[in-house]
């Protein structure tokens, strides 16, 4: 069997093409600190709050990146990171 690049980039060490796999601990974190930022508007609650997405996001940004299954999970590891960056520069 060939190694396409389409291979590479989309399936993992199984043979299963990955794009989107079920949330792991930091995006739920992620997703559960971003949620309540919206009813916590202002004060040093929001401030942790916004700490601890900005933190989570930043940690599965980073696992993406070094651990991802494929190369496109690899890649949105990066683009994730690089654009959590930006938004807090």
């Known amino acids: 069997m060939t190694n396409t690049a389409f291979d590479q980039i989309f399936r993992d060490s199984n043979g299963e093409i990955v794009?989107?796999?079920p949330p792991n601990l930091p995006l739920i974190v992620t997703i559960a600190a971003s949620v309540l930022k919206l009813l916590f508007t202002t004060g040093n609650?929001?401030?942790?709050?916004?700490?601890?997405?900005?933190?989570?996001?930043?940690?599965?940004?980073?696992?993406?990146l070094f651990?991802?299954?494929n190369y496109f999970r690899r890649a949105l590891g990066f683009c994730v990171l690089v654009a959590a960056i930006a938004s807090k520069i």
Do not use: C, N, P
Not at 51 to 57: D, T
């Open 67 to 69: 651990q991802g299954v």
């Open 45 to 64: 609650i929001y401030t942790g709050l916004d700490l601890i997405a900005f933190g989570s996001l930043f940690t599965w940004a980073w696992e993406e």
């Open 19 to 21: 794009i989107a796999q």
